[in-house]
């Protein structure tokens, strides 16, 4: 594996984390998932994947994380806040960019 598909791999573990998931044996599982079934939910590639990183952002909202998220997301994606065209850099974030400000804003 390499380094960057590892650290990926370790992002997308943080990020379930925070959103309630846990460990059982190999797989991380939804709490509510014991629930109803059991076969453990695949990982989301939350680093990858922007229909997965969309459900950060669905968190983010239920938490009122929004101007905390944008806040830290526009620091990832244009450090110089100079840049002409910084909406667009958000709007295009990557679904690594947008799981590291989550992480960020649920942790501050």
């Not at 994380?65 to 909406?87: C, H, K, M, N, W």
Request: hydrophobic letters at 45%; a neutral charge; aromatic letters at 10%.
């Amino acid at each position: 594996m390499s380094d960057e598909l590892r650290a990926g791999r370790a992002l997308d573990a943080e990020c379930a984390r925070v959103l309630g998931y846990v460990r059982r044996g190999d797989a991380w599982v939804a709490p509510l998932h014991w629930l109803f079934n059991d076969e453990p939910p695949i990982l989301p590639y939350f680093s990858s994947d922007l229909i997965a990183a969309r459900l950060l952002e669905d968190e983010i909202e239920r938490r009122g994380l929004q101007d905390e998220y944008i806040r830290v997301l526009l620091a990832i994606v244009a450090p110089d806040r100079s840049t002409v065209g910084t909406f667009w850099l958000i709007l295009r974030a990557t679904p690594s960019q947008r799981s590291r400000a989550f992480l960020k804003a649920v942790k501050e």
